[in-house]
């Protein structure tokens, strides 16, 4: 595997549920991030972690909560989750925090009923 | 608060016509970059520009970054229909690690 693999690529979830998506890169880099795209809104940033500490909670509800083990992996555990949450989550990573470029996963789309 | 505004917000052309894509912010930003996202997938890197007035060519793809760090342009010459995509501005600002993204242009170039 290289670069960004993000799983489960769909994800289909009831509002009382509890799930994770799974994001891991392959670059060697320090720091991970999530994403969340709607439709008609801009990409916007959610959870930053530099050397698996987070960095950044971008007032994000509780029912999204995050977890990176390491500088390779990082999930989205989902509970509770309302119809408005459905939306293309993204992974990113980057060699640090503030350096320039991203290299993002394919994404997981989920949608709550 | 920081914003992105992309314009067109949509644009369908034909294959061979020219296009420019405007990325416009009243916030000075240390970096700027352009990535290109297909349907299902990710954005794709496709430039980073950091110097105002910075000008990068990437085959039939212009960028450009405005003198005082505030907008960026893409152009394409001659698109086709591989160009079709989701065409995405982010920007960094100095001494943050946050990009903030634009809000899109949706390119379809039609054979």
Request: charged letters at 15%.
């Amino acid at each position: 595997e290289t670069g960004v693999t993000q799983t489960p690529r769909h994800l289909v979830m009831g509002m009382t549920n509890k799930k994770s998506l799974k994001c891991e890169q392959h670059l060697g880099h320090n720091a991970m991030y999530w994403y969340k795209q709607s439709a008609k809104k801009p990409l916007e940033l959610m959870f930053v972690y530099n050397f698996k500490e987070q960095t950044e909670n971008n007032s994000v509800p509780s029912r999204f909560s995050p977890e990176c083990p390491n500088s390779s992996h990082l999930f989205l555990h989902l509970h509770t989750l309302q119809p408005e949450d459905s939306a293309l989550y993204l992974c990113a990573s980057s060699p640090s925090v503030g350096t320039y470029e991203q290299y993002f996963g394919p994404g997981t789309r989920l949608t709550v009923t | 608060t920081q914003l992105l505004e992309q314009s067109p917000q949509f644009l369908s052309i034909q294959e061979g016509e020219n296009l420019t894509v405007y990325c416009n912010s009243s916030s000075v930003f240390s970096s700027l970059q352009w990535y290109r996202q297909e349907p299902g997938e990710g954005p794709v890197l496709l430039v980073t520009v950091v110097t105002g007035g910075e000008v990068k060519k990437l085959k039939r793809l212009t960028f450009q970054f405005g003198d005082a760090r505030k907008d960026s342009s893409l152009h394409i010459t001659a698109a086709q229909p591989g160009d079709t995509g989701l065409y995405l501005c982010a920007g960094v600002s100095g001494g943050t690690y946050k990009y903030i993204f634009g809000t899109g242009t949706r390119l379809k170039v039609l054979a």
